[in-house]
């Protein structure tokens, strides 16, 4: 099983990456559980969603304390919380930032840099970097394909929303093919 932790604000689209990062490992043949944790249930308060993926049924039900895989979409939550707690060693983190300079990460970890807001703000006209950050992260991960990413955002978004999120999904895994 791989455990997924996801650092947003509220109102960023979280347990929308959440709720597609499952449909599309659904969509691959796997089981998938996704949901969020609130604090203060208010626009801007930093919150967590969590997606466990696995090739057998899912039965563990609580929040993920010992992540392999993080996706931070508020790169203002690295200052001031420990977005990187209990990532387990050789574990993947992709960051919504254009570089990974000044990132403490844990030893062993790697740190996945995308400039997901820039390019979503460029492709969608809106800085929502959620879907371009699900795109990244099955680059980096291959977890998911990206024709899981594209099919499970064409059935979620209407027409018009779905075309310019899958491509921001496709661009956000193509930055990071290229800087593999």
Known sequence: MKEIRIHARAGQGAITVANLLGAAAVAEGMYALAFPHFG??????PMNAFVRVSDKPIRLRCQIYEPDCLIVVDPTLLVGYDVFAGLKP????VVNRPSAEGVKAPDGA???????????????????????????????????????VEKVIAEHFEE?????????ARRGYQFVQREK
């Open 90 to 93: 050789g574990g993947i983190a």
């Open 40 to 45: 203060a249930a208010r626009m801007g308060a």
């Open 110 to 148: 790697k740190v996945v840099c995308v400039p997901a807001t820039e390019i979503a703000t460029a492709v969608i006209g809106r800085p929502f970097a959620n879907t371009t950050l699900l795109g990244a992260f099955a680059a980096a991960t291959g977890l998911i394909s990206l024709a899981a």
């Open 160 to 168: 018009r929303l779905a075309k310019t999120n899958a491509e921001a």
